[in-house]
Every structure is written in C-alpha cells, then in structure tokens.
C-alpha cells in the first residue's frame, strides 16, 4: 500500500470507519472500530439498505480479522504429494507463472481456467476477466454465481432486456399491497431486510410465501404455499391460468408494454387449478386465493430466491413468474415488479463486469462485435485477440484433468469443494491438475488442495465498490492495512501479468482499477462511468446505469419501457418439466438444501467466527416429525441420508413445518457431512444452472 493511503487507513483505525458488511447482497452499512486493547468491534449504522440492523454474521464480522487461521504468507507445495510450506512472494509467483506458461506451452491457452466468485469487489471481479482473457489468452473464466442467480439473470434479460437483480430499491416493497416471495427465506438470509416486508405489511399490503417449508419468513406471511421441490413453473402457470379465468389481467398493459402473450395464454389455459394442485401439492383454493390477491392488488411485487432458480428449469421457473407479473400489469411502474433477490455481497456487480464465461465488462457479451471492440479499445488490443467464450461453471470443471480440459486452474473466492454439486469426485480432480492455485485468506477445503495458496487481505484491510442486491454501488473502505505480508488480489494479478509476458496494463491498487474500470464499463448497459468515488462517499451509492459525472444514476428501471430495443417486455411460454431426478421406490424423498442464520455460503468464514460455530455447530437434516416417526428416526439421532451421488451421516431435526416428503440439509460444511455429496449437477439447458435444490434421496437410522 502507498504512503498516502497507508496513513489514510491508520488515521481511519484511530476513529470509526463506516463500511460495509463482507458477507451478503444486502451490504448493510455498519461501523468498524478498534478499542485502546486493538481489538476490533462491529457496530451498526444508519444506512438505506439495513437502517441500523444487522444480523449475527455481520455483527461478528470483526472476529475474523485477527483470526490465528488467517494465511500470513505464500504456501507452496514442492512435491504433489508434499505438504504446503510457506514462501516468499518471488518464489510463490514464479512458480505460478512458470506452471501456467508450461501448461499453456504444451496444450494451448484453453487448458488454463479461472474460477472467480461473486464476494470480489468490482475492480477484482473485472481484473480476474481482463487477466483470463488477455494475461492468460483463455475464454476458461467462470464463477459461482453461476450456482446462484445465473436463471433469475438469465430470464431477466430474455424478459426485460436487463438484468438487474432488483429493478427498483428496497424503499419501493412497503408501497406494494402484494408481494410474492417465491422460494428465498429472507428472514434467515438478509434479516434487516425483513424490516420492509414488515412495513408493508404494517400499511395493510398482502405477502404470500411458496416454499416446500415453513420457514421463518413463510410463518411472517398471510399465505403460505408449501409447494412440492421442483414444481414452480407448475404454480406460476396455475396462478396465471386463474388470473386469465377471473379476469385479473390487465390487457391495456400488455398491449402498451410486451409482445408474446398469445403464447403464453395458450400454454396456461392447461394449468387449470386441479391440475396445479396435483403438480404442486398446493391446494387448488390456496393456488386461487394467491392468484386473487395478487392480480386485485393495486401495487404488487414477485421477488424470487433460489428455490425455483437452483434447478435443471430454473429459467423456465423464474420466466413463469416474469409471465405472471407482466400479465397482472405488475411490472415497471411504481411499487411493482418481479425483481431477484441476489445474494453474495457483490453478486450483482460480479455477473456484470468479465468474470462470466460470455460477458465483458459493463455487461457486454463477448460473442458481440461491436462490445469486444469497445472492451479492446480500453484495454488497448486487437479485438481479434480476445478469446471466445470458454465453459460456464460445471461444464469446466467437470473438465478438469480430461484430454482437451483444463490443466492449470486459479481460483479465487470460491470454496469449491464445498459448494458445488455432486462433489465426491471434486478434490481428486484439483489434486490432479497439473497446477491448482488459490487466492484466499484461509487454508480452506479447496485451498488446502492447491500447488500455491496466495493470502489476500480481508474487506476492511482495502477499499473496493460493491454492487448490492438493488443495483446500488456502494464504496467499501479499508479500516486498516493488511498484515505486511499479505498482498491484494489486484496486487497478485499485476504481478502475475507481469511475468506472464502481457503487455496490457494491470494497474495494482483498487483506485487505478477503478477509474479503468469506470472507463471499460461507459456505453454498457451497466454503467458507471460516473461513479467517481468522491460521488460514492458522499452519497448513500450510486444506481447504475449512471453515465456520467452529472447523471443522478437510475434507481428504478422500466419506469417508461423496458430494455429491449422496442422497449417492450416479452413473454416466453413455458411448461413445468418434471426434475432431473424424481423420488422413486429407492429413494423416496426429495432432498432440498440452503441455508441457516448462522452460516454463510460453504462456512469457510462463519464456521471460523466461534459465537455463530457455537450456535449451530454442525449440519444436520430437517424431516417431518411424521416421516421421521415412520422410520424410527426421534430428534438428534444420527441418520443415514443417501441420494444416487453418496451418503452423510447427520442428526435428525424433526420440523413440523417441511413437507412429509422433503428433505433439507444446509450446505455450510464440508467434509463428510458436506450437503453437495448428495446433490445432483444436471444443469439448466439456458442458464447452466446446476439442480442444488432437487434431488430424490433416502433416509434410515445410522
Ligand atoms: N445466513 C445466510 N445468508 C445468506 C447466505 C448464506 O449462506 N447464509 N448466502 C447468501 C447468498 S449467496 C444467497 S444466493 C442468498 C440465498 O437466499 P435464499 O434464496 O433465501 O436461500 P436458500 O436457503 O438457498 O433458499 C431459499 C428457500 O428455497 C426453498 N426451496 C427449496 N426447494 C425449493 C423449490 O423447489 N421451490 C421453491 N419455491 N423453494 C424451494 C428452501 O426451503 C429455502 O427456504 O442468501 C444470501 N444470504
Ligand atoms: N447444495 C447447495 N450448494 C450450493 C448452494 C445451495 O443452495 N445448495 N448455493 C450456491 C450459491 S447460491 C453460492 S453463492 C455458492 C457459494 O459458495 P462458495 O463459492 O464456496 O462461496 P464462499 O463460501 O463464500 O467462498 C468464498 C471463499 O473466498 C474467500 N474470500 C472472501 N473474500 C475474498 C476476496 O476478496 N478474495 C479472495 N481471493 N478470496 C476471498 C473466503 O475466505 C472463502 O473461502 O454455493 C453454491 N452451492
Ligand atoms: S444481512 Fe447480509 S449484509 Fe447484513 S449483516 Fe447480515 S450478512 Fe451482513
Ligand atoms: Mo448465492
């Protein structure tokens, strides 16, 4: 770090540094302060997203920051089966670049691959794409978010024309007189937002909850709807069958505003509610009575989480609920629209700026003429050098190690052993790589595989933006220099271009990426060459797309039409197409998983933070106290669950509130009761989603 920022952070760690949260979309602003003893405390602030709340994660965020875990030097490993000793940066970085050019010497660039993550700032996030592409000379770049919104993201741009997450900020949902939250549990996923629903609720407005459980937001609701994993296009269709019937529709709008309805009309008028009822195990009254409540309404909203998008139909699924929105004329006018909520702290901004296999910065494609020669021109390069598209998520590393795979994978923020499907095999193939390297700031279950781990600093050791769950841009700033020798993921990719051979620049701090990558993003759909950080720290961020140093940045898109060129929305008719897997007499159930309060994402940071570790120390399975009954299972006994993919062993939570034929095991740990041995990673043919929330499984005592 130079100097002058060196003495900003320390002079900032005297007095309290208003930033904002590591962990999830919402990025609650909060306040880090160090007491005369140096340790670091978390303290909530006033700011628009979480108006002074904050949840237990957040609360203990400041615990990890001196964590004896936390990586303090290079690892390196000198044989494969070697253990990993700490080195220098000269020796961890050669290394790294002399594997990577062997690897790309011998089988071509596409045999490298990156792995980023949507917790990286922008700047990071648009790095990693620049060095994929230029550094490295590969098209072998994606990230976990492709396990996350990628269908809600995808359905939103064949729909709208653009994709962002929410199209309309938080302070919008208390003016909706209906909301559907389709299959997210805000509740345990993004508390303080629950102060909204709360608010609207307050004013008299109406929240329907479709999840295959009870869970604490669906128990806020007037409505729960406990549908059957998997069968959301079947509801979606059902509740707009009877929009249709009763007359709930607003045709002038679809008229005015959108084109393929005929379609979509066609297909529901099957979906009659005897039907959905039998598809969705809703009853067909609850199916009517949501419909009704919806399309009466004067103002409503369907916000969609990742229980109809983690699946082989999550577009189908998240465009049945786009359909239903449009068709109720509740979409882009005030207080209305169907909006995704996102969930990684940056998970926006990560899917906007180069870190997906298809895409370039400012949400260009890559695959477009006229936006690789608008990114090359930044970068200063020959449009024609850029490489194709690569593989998404699933697909590379289902290549790993394979002839024509990838070879040689850097990854950075992701814990992959953990989080993705079907994971037995997954720790076999990264030892196998011929170069596995690790950006992180812990020995994780990935990073403890890796050839090279590189310590990076944690957030309030440097300041980067991050985009939230409403599309606003919010600044991050470091409380504090990172420990001496740790270097920033900037800093690491700089240093790596550099003894690649690349000519482009790779600025190293995250105030020179910034302004390059300000510059990469202007003309794009998301915007933000006026962002400058002095316009981020004064106001409460800025709403892309926000063009120039004069534009007020965009709150609320489709206000006045919709992104296409016409500017109208369109309709795409879908069918409800069964799950990849369905319960049959060898594994009866359904499996489902997700997330608890206390954890976040695979727990490589949470399960370090003792007070949430103490809280819910270890996974387990939730299971009807009926199913449980049946097969002899009482609470905390220890229960074999098997899918086609494994097995763990985990104590049994007898839940009234999940379905009798539904399994839920959280994610958040590894090893053997890691929740991605029993998952299946067929993939959505549009998205490349994987099906994290359905499976057919078995459960019997241990
Ligand atoms: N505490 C905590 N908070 C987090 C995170 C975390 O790890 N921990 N992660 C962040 C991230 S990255 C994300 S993506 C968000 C996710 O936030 P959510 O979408 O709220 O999280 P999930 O628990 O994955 O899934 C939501 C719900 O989907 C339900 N579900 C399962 N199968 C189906 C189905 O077939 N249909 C329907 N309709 N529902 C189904 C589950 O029962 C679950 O309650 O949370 C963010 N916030
Ligand atoms: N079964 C099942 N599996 C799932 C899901 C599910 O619902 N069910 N949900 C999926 C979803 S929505 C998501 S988002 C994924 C998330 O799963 P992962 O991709 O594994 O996400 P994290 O656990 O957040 O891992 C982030 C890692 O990066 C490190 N890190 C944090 N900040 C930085 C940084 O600035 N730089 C670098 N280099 N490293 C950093 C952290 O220490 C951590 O090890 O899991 C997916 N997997
Ligand atoms: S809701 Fe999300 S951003 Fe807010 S404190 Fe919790 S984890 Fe952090
Ligand atoms: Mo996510």
């Given at each position: 770090m ?18 904002h949260c590591?962990?999830c979309?919402?990025q ?10 140096g ?9 628009p ?14 615990a990890?920051l ?28 050669d ?14 660039p ?36 492709r396990?996350c ?22 302070a ?79 045709p ?8 393929g ?6 297909v ?19 199916i ?35 359909n ?7 979409a ?12 990684q ?6 899917r906007e ?16 003429p ?16 850029l ?57 994780t ?19 980067g933006?991050?985009t939230?769950?409403?599309?606003r841009?919010?600044r ?12 920033t ?14 000519a482009a ?31 981020l ?12 140093d ?5 709150p609320?898109?489709?206000q ?23 319960p ?12 608890i ?5 695979s ?15 270890d ?10 009954r ?40 590894g ?19 994987p ?12």
């Amino acid at each position: 770090m130079p100097d002058g920022l060196l003495a900003e952070a320390v002079q900032r760690a005297a007095a309290a540094t208003a930033t904002h949260c590591p962990y999830c979309a919402l990025q609650c602003g909060m306040m880090l302060s160090q007491d005369r003893a140096g340790a670091w405390t978390v303290s909530a602030r006033d700011f628009p997203t979480n108006k002074g709340g904050l949840c237990r994660k957040g609360w203990t965020a400041a615990a990890l920051l001196d964590h004896p875990d936390r990586l303090a030097t290079p690892l390196l490993r000198d044989t494969k089966d070697g253990p990993l000793r700490p080195a220098g940066w000269d020796e961890a970085l050669d290394r790294v670049a002399d594997g990577l050019l062997r690897i790309r010497a011998e089988h071509g660039p596409s045999a490298l691959g990156v792995f980023g993550g949507g917790g990286l700032t922008n700047e990071k996030a648009y790095l990693l794409g620049k060095f994929a592409r230029l550094a490295l000379g590969t098209g072998n770049i994606d990230y976990n978010g492709r396990f996350c919104m990628a269908s809600a993201a995808a359905a939103g741009l064949r729909a709208f024309g653009i994709d962002r997450g929410l199209p309309f900020p938080l302070a919008d949902i208390p003016g909706a007189d209906a909301i559907l939250i389709a299959g997210s549990n805000p509740a345990e996923t993004m508390p303080p937002i629950m102060q909204y629903f709360e608010a609207q609720r307050a004013r008299g407005g109406r929240l329907i909850v479709s999840d295959p459980r009870r869970t604490a937001t669906a128990k806020l609701a007037d409505l729960h709807l406990a549908l059957t994993p998997g069968t959301d296009a079947a509801l979606a269709n059902g509740l707009l069958h009877v929009a249709v019937r009763d007359r709930l529709i607003d045709p002038d709008f679809i008229e005015a505003r959108t084109t393929g309805w005929e379609s979509v009309r066609r297909v529901v008028a099957s979906y009659w509610p005897d039907r959905a009822e039998r598809v969705t195990g809703v009853p067909a009254q609850d199916i009517e009575r949501a419909a009704h409540l919806l399309g009466e309404a004067a103002t409503a909203m369907i916000l969609s989480g990742r229980g109809p998008e983690q699946q082989s139909q999550g577009t189908a699924n998240a465009t049945a609920f786009i359909n239903l929105a449009l068709a109720l004329g509740k979409a882009g006018r005030p207080h209305c629209g169907w909006g995704c909520l996102t969930g990684q702290g940056n998970g926006q901004g990560g899917r906007e700026h180069g870190q997906k296999n298809d895409q370039l910065p400012g949400y260009r494609k890559l695959d477009n003429p006229d936006h690789r020669a608008a990114v090359a021109a930044v970068w200063d390069v020959d449009p024609d050098i850029l490489p194709r598209p690569g593989m998404p998520a699933i697909e590379m590393l289902r290549s790993l190690g394979q002839p024509g795979g990838v070879r040689g994978l850097l990854v950075a923020a992701s814990n992959l052993v953990v989080s993705v499907p079907d994971a037995a095999g997954l720790p076999d193939r990264l030892r196998g790589l011929d170069l596995l390297v690790v950006l992180d700031q812990f020995l994780t279950e990935t990073s403890s595989l890796a050839d090279v781990v590189l310590p990076v600093p944690q957030w309030a050791e440097e300041s980067g933006t991050m985009t939230n769950l409403e599309g606003r841009v919010v600044r991050r700033l470091a409380a504090r220099p990172p420990p001496p020798e740790v270097w920033t993921d900037t800093r690491i990719l700089s240093a790596l271009a550099a003894r690649l051979g690349c000519a482009a620049a790779f600025p190293a701090e995250p105030d020179a990426v910034f302004t390059e990558f300000r510059r990469a993003t202007a003309g794009g759909v998301a915007d933000y060459a006026g962002m400058s950080p002095e316009r981020l720290a004064e106001a409460d961020g800025l709403f892309w797309p926000c063009p120039d140093d004069a534009h007020p940045g965009t709150p609320r898109l489709f206000q006045t039409r919709f992104g296409h060129p016409d500017g109208r929305a369109r309709f795409t008719a879908v069918e409800r197409l069964s799950s990849a897997e369905e319960p049959d007499a060898d594994y009866p159930l359904y499996l489902t998983t997700g997330r608890i309060l206390t954890h976040y994402q695979s727990g490589a940071q949470t399960r370090r933070v003792a007070e949430l570790q103490e809280a819910e120390p270890d996974a387990f399975v939730e299971i009807h106290p009926d199913t449980a009954r049946g097969l002899g299972l009482r609470a905390g006994a220890m229960a074999r669950i098997a899918t086609r993919r494994g097995s763990v062993v985990l104590a049994v939570r007898p839940t009234p509130g999940i379905r009798r034929d539904t399994l839920f095991v959280p994610f958040h740990w590894g090893g053997a009761s890691s929740a991605n041995l029993l998952t299946i990673d067929v993939v959505d043919p549009i998205s490349r989603m994987p099906e994290l929330k359905v499976c057919a499984a078995r459960i019997e005592l241990a």
